[in-house]
């Protein structure tokens, strides 16, 4: 899978599937999105083969906990998050995709501050704020993940 910018100056591409996918609806990503929720494929960063630079922006967060957005400097799109200062895990923003529709939300979380006019659909997971993961990867994720995170 491949994406970029919308000037073309970043360019990216997913050396393989991603470990999960988001879609949250919490606040935050609301007001940096300009939307009513982010879609996040979270990958490996050394899974990702970037073209050109990013300028990482920190985020003010309820948490305190960092969240920095990578964005093209000529631009300004958003192509990636990193959270929690985890440098080696990316949130990949699908709809920087090429082919946005390639990736579909594994799970749906901070529903409760969803706008009110979103219908989830049945039969994908969704909770009121965050979730377990341990409950929910693939068991192959979870390795992936065990394997950059220790
Ligand atoms: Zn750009
Ligand atoms: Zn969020």
């Known amino acids: 899978m491949e994406g970029g910018c919308a000037c073309g100056q970043v360019r990216y591409r ?3 599937g991603p470990l999960f996918v988001h879609c949250c609806h919490c606040k935050d990503c609301q007001r940096q999105t300009g939307s009513a929720f982010v879609l996040n494929a979270l990958i490996e960063t050394d899974r990702v083969e970037v073209t050109g630079q990013t300028a990482l922006f920190a985020m ?3 948490s305190g906990r960092p969240h920095d957005v990578a964005r093209c400097p000529g631009c300004g799109t958003a192509v990636w998050s990193h959270y929690g200062g985890l440098k080696a895990l990316s949130f990949v923003r699908v709809g920087t995709l090429d082919d946005p529709t390639a990736l579909r939300p594994d799970v749906h979380i901070y529903t409760r501050s969803k706008q ?3 219908a ?5 997971p969704a909770f009121e704020a965050y979730y377990n993961s341990k409950t929910l990867w693939p068991a192959e994720s979870l390795e992936r ?3 950059v995170l220790g």
């Open 116 to 118: 009110p006019w979103i």
């Open 145 to 147: 993940r065990r394997a």
């Open 14 to 16: 997913l050396r393989s």
């Open 120 to 124: 989830l659909p049945s039969g994908v």
């Open 60 to 62: 003010p967060t309820d």
